[in-house]
């Protein structure tokens, strides 16, 4: 059915008589219901599972944030309101979207380095926690908080002094546009001080996509010990520490899931400690992808058939302007397929090589390069799994003037 059956991205996902079932409905009745493909479909029933999983082996006293970044398809984070304990927005649109869900403003954090004061104005009216990323952001806060006659809510996002090795996208350690060097961290603290301005604690996020756990515990670690040592500086009890995050999920076929039991250790250790040197800090992880990244399908249909020079082309109505991160061009350094099947004939033998390619007039707009696949015919169903995160979010819709596809919760 697909390159190989035991690709860890298809752990779980079940189908019958042939057909791939997403929340129990078989993959060719829920592109009727939807009316249209190409779509992505976001499975309950799996999300429920993640989080129960995070739940299970993560320390109860943690709090779960869900990065919206990731998806912010307004049902999905709707359902993830009832059942995290809080959101992280990186603009006043995703903070809308937050608020919309029902999220308190108590439990919204507010990351990104280039928040413009429109939206610090509208953070701060919300009275959401806005984390901090520069001296010159924290001066305009302080400007735009007198001018309201509103209380900040404050955290500095810190780009420390260390990294996250072996992450699909690092976001701190060296020169970053993320966050305030944590040597900078201490002038910056009493420049707070001198304005009157409460800092609540502190923001840590290393990086993205990440597979080992040892590397992600030891960051952990070293994030507390960072954490601590400028907790001494503030003016009052740290009362909040986002960790980060960072965890990654399974691509490729030689990729080994996380070893979520591993983190949870370490991190129970990591809380214990900041219990008892800072009582009052809640400590939070955040995390996007792994929640939903596994969750989510984007099912587009073969509308040709052809070969070229001997090699067999799929090209389908769907392509990179919906999902770019298959194409390989999100970041990837190296383009390799994402996990994809035929999901009309699951359990069919692979019988030929065939790139799955997309309808743009681009060859980047490439999902599959010569993948292993049943036959295909025109009319069938071409399911990328592992695209609940990045997919439709981080692609660039306008390119060629395609529609947009259809999104659901299933
Ligand atoms: C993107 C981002 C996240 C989410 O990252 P994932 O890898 O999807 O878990 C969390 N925090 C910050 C600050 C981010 O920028």
Not at 93 to 108: C, H, N, V, Y
Not at 152 to 163: C, G, K
Not at 191 to 204: P, T
Not at 267 to 286: I, S
């Amino acid at each position: 059915m697909t390159e190989r059956d035991d690709h860890p991205a298809l752990k779980g996902w079940q189908s019958r008589e042939g057909e791939l079932l997403v929340g129990n409905v078989p993959i060719t009745s829920l592109a009727r219901r939807v009316g249209r493909t190409p779509f992505f479909a976001y499975d309950r029933a799996r999300l429920k599972t993640r989080i129960a999983e995070l739940r299970a082996e993560l320390p109860e006293r943690l709090t779960l944030h869900y990065a919206i970044k990731a998806n912010p398809m307004a049902a999905l984070v709707c359902f993830l309101a009832e059942r995290v304990d809080g959101f992280d927005v990186a603009s006043a649109g995703e903070l809308t979207k937050a608020l919309d869900a029902g999220m308190a403003p108590s439990k919204i954090g507010f990351a990104g380095p280039g928040k413009t004061d429109q939206e610090l104005t509208q953070a701060l009216a919300a009275g959401v926690l806005v984390e901090v990323e520069s001296g010159g952001e924290l001066a305009r806060l302080s400007g735009l908080a007198a001018d309201i006659g509103a209380t900040p809510r404050i955290a500095l996002r810190i780009n420390p002094d260390f990294q996250l090795k072996g992450s699909g996208m690092r976001m701190g350690g060296g020169a970053q546009q993320f966050g305030i060097d944590a040597e900078d961290a201490p002038q910056i603290i009493a420049d707070g001080r001198a304005r009157g301005l409460e800092i609540q604690g502190f923001h840590i996020f290393a990086g993205s996509q990440n597979l080992n756990a040892e590397t992600i515990a030891e960051v952990q670690t070293k994030t507390l010990d960072l954490a601590l040592r400028l907790a001494d500086l503030l003016a009052s009890p740290m009362r909040y520490l986002n960790l980060g995050g960072g965890f990654g999920i399974p691509y490729f076929p030689k990729d080994r899931p996380l070893d979520l039991a591993r983190v949870g250790e370490s991190l129970a250790t990591v809380v214990d400690t900041l219990a008892e040197a800072q009582p009052q800090a809640r400590p939070v992880l955040e995390l996007g992808r792994y929640i939903v990244g596994e969750a989510g399908l984007y099912v587009t249909r073969v509308i040709d058939r052809k070969v070229s020079r001997g090699e067999v082309f799929l090209v389908t109505d769907g392509g990179l302007h919906h999902h770019l991160a298959a194409s390989g061009n999100f970041g990837q350094v190296i383009r390799r397929n994402f996990p994809l099947v035929i999901a009309n004939r699951m359990g069919a033998a692979p019988q030929e090589r065939a790139s799955v390619v997309g309808c743009l007039c681009t060859p980047l707009d490439l999902l599959a390069d010569k993948a292993s696949l049943p036959r295909a015919e025109v009319g069938d169903l071409v399911a990328i799994f592992q695209s609940g995160a990045y997919g439709l979010t981080a692609s660039p819709t306008a390119f060629l003037g395609h529609p947009d596809p259809a999104e659901v919760l299933v």
